[in-house]
C-alpha cells in the first residue's frame, strides 16, 4: 500500500519561470492538504482540497499560487512567475477523513528559485 | 502570530535516558494534538496523538502529556534510542465548523540521542 507520492523530490526553477508539484494521495484518501515549509520555521497550512472542490485556501498566497485536484489524477500545486522567496520544501498530507484524522505526509518536493 | 511554540529548537540526551520534548500553544480551539518526526529529505511521520479530553496518552517508549489549563503539552521518549534522532514537530488540529481539519504546527525540536 503506497504511501503519499509527490514528484519530482527536487525542482530548480529560474525566477520568472512556472512550477508544478505533483501529489498522489494514499489509496482511498479523498481530502488533500498543501504544506510549505520555510527554512528553520515549521510547515505551514496553505490549502485543503477535496476531489475538485477547494475547500480551504486561507494559507495558501492571493497571487502566484494555484491548486487544484482533479477527479481523475494528482492534485496540482501550482506556482507561476516563481521569486526566490519561493524556495521552500513543500509537503502534501492526505487523510481518509476530513475531520479528526490523521493526516499523512509525502516526502515533500523541495523547490529550488535561482 | 505563532499558535504552537516549541521554544528548545534543539536536544541532546544520551542513549537509555528520558527525552522530554516540550510544547505551548495559544489557540484554545484546539482540540486535538499530533507529534510528528521527521527525519532530513523526508516527509513528517505521525507518532503519537491526544485529544484535548484526556491528559495522556502511551504508545510503547513515546507518552504525550497534555496541561490544559497552562496551554502546555509535552511528549516524553523512554528509553531513548539512536534512531530518535530526528526532528519533532508539534501540531495542533483546529476543526472547523464546517467539519474539516487543518494542522498548525511549531517549528520542531531537533533532536539528537547520542551511543
Known amino acids: 500500500n503506497a504511501g503519499v507520492m509527490q514528484n519530482p523530490r527536487h525542482l530548480v526553477r529560474r525566477r520568472g519561470q512556472e512550477a508544478r508539484l505533483r501529489c498522489s494521495p494514499m489509496?482511498?484518501?479523498?481530502?488533500v492538504y498543501w504544506y510549505r515549509q520555510l527554512p528553520e520555521e515549521g510547515l505551514k497550512f496553505m490549502v485543503y482540497?477535496?476531489?475538485?472542490?477547494?475547500?480551504?485556501e486561507s494559507g495558501m498566497p492571493k497571487e502566484r499560487f494555484s491548486a487544484e485536484f482533479p477527479k481523475e489524477g494528482p492534485s496540482i500545486l501550482r506556482i507561476q512567475q516563481v521569486v526566490r522567496g519561493d524556495s521552500a520544501a513543500y509537503f502534501c498530507?492526505?487523510?481518509?477523513?476530513?475531520?479528526?484524522?490523521?493526516?499523512?505526509f509525502g516526502p515533500g518536493t523541495r523547490l529550488t528559485v535561482l | 502570530d505563532q499558535q504552537v511554540k516549541q521554544n528548545s529548537p534543539s536536544l541532546s540526551v544520551q542513549e537509555g535516558r528520558i527525552s522530554i520534548l516540550n510544547c505551548d500553544y495559544t489557540?484554545?480551539?484546539?482540540?486535538?494534538f499530533l507529534w510528528y518526526k521527521k527525519y532530513p529529505a523526508e516527509g513528517p511521520t505521525f507518532l503519537i496523538s491526544?485529544?484535548?479530553?484526556?491528559d495522556k496518552n502511551e504508545d510503547g517508549r513515546f507518552t504525550v502529556f497534555l496541561n490544559k489549563s497552562a496551554k502546555h503539552l509535552s511528549l516524553h521518549i523512554v528509553p531513548s534510542q539512536p534512531g530518535d534522532s530526528a526532528v519533532y514537530f508539534c501540531?495542533?488540529?483546529?476543526?472547523?465548523?464546517?467539519?474539516?481539519?487543518?494542522?498548525?504546527f511549531g517549528k520542531g525540536t531537533m533532536l539528537l540521542v547520542s551511543p
Open positions: 498530507a492526505s487523510s481518509l477523513r476530513a475531520g479528526k484524522s490523521e493526516q499523512f
Open positions: 489509496k482511498g484518501h479523498s481530502h
Open positions: 482540497l477535496q476531489k475538485e472542490n477547494i475547500i480551504d
Open positions: 489557540n484554545s480551539m484546539f482540540d486535538y
Open positions: 491526544i485529544s484535548s479530553i484526556k
Open positions: 501540531a495542533g488540529m483546529d476543526n472547523k465548523v464546517a467539519g474539516y481539519s487543518t494542522l498548525t
